[in-house]
């Protein structure tokens, strides 16, 4: 607690931060059209997953990207061919905001896959022409943007501790380069 004696004012400071999170969970079923009709699945996997975000007001969009690669039989399970289909999707997460005014609309959205794109199931359609494949992934996203943080700060007296510093007992920028950082590796 300050003293009658201090002067004590406050300073706001201008710095990066994280203003807003999100997560999201997202399932999808895609149909992929073989160009014979599948008799059996074979093997499904998603392949050249690719995104972008971007900040879209109290939510990131983000728009990206996935092969979807199926190996299936046909004629009767005597004949196998994998095809391949390119899925283009957008996901938006909703924001929890932490401050809801930046300083600056100039903000870094950091999005990333938290589980990528994989199948779940993948099975032949109803009428048998065609694969229905489930996918599954998850994202989560910062924004980060200039913000404000309030300090205190006191003029007239300072700190006993700072006071008492003997600054010519501190280690130098020279004495730090010789210092041995393996000093706790085995040694064989």
């Known amino acids: 607690m300050p003293s009658e ?3 004590v004012r ?3 400071i201008v710095t990066k931060a994280v203003c807003g999170k999100g997560r999201k969970h997202c ?9 014979q009709k599948p008799s059996s699945i074979l ?3 998603i392949i050249n997953h690719k995104y972008e975000a971007d900040r879209k007001g109290d939510s990131v969009e983000i728009i990206g990207s996935y092969d979807i ?3 299936y039989s046909y004629d009767d399970n005597t004949k196998t061919d994998v095809t ?12 929890a905001m932490k401050q809801k005014e930046w300083i600056s609309d100039d903000v870094d959205v950091i999005a990333r896959t938290i589980k990528q794109p994989n199948t779940l199931e993948a099975t032949i359609g109803e009428k048998g022409k065609d694969v229905k494949v489930e996918v599954e992934k998850e994202f989560a996203a910062e924004v980060v943007g200039e913000t404000k943080v309030c300090i205190q700060v006191h003029d007239d007296e300072e700190d006993d501790d700072y006071k008492n510093i003997k600054w010519e007992e501190q280690v130098a920028d020279e004495e730090l380069k010789d210092i041995n ?7 064989k």
């Open 5 to 7: 004696k201090q002067n």
């Open 10 to 12: 406050y300073r706001e």
């Open 27 to 35: 399932k999808d079923t895609h149909v992929i059209k073989p160009p």
């Open 43 to 45: 093997g499904c996997w």
């Open 69 to 71: 690669n199926v190996w």
């Open 84 to 95: 391949t289909e390119n899925v283009a999707y957008t996901e938006v997460l909703p924001l």
């Open 181 to 187: 950082t393996d000093f706790l590796k085995d040694k």
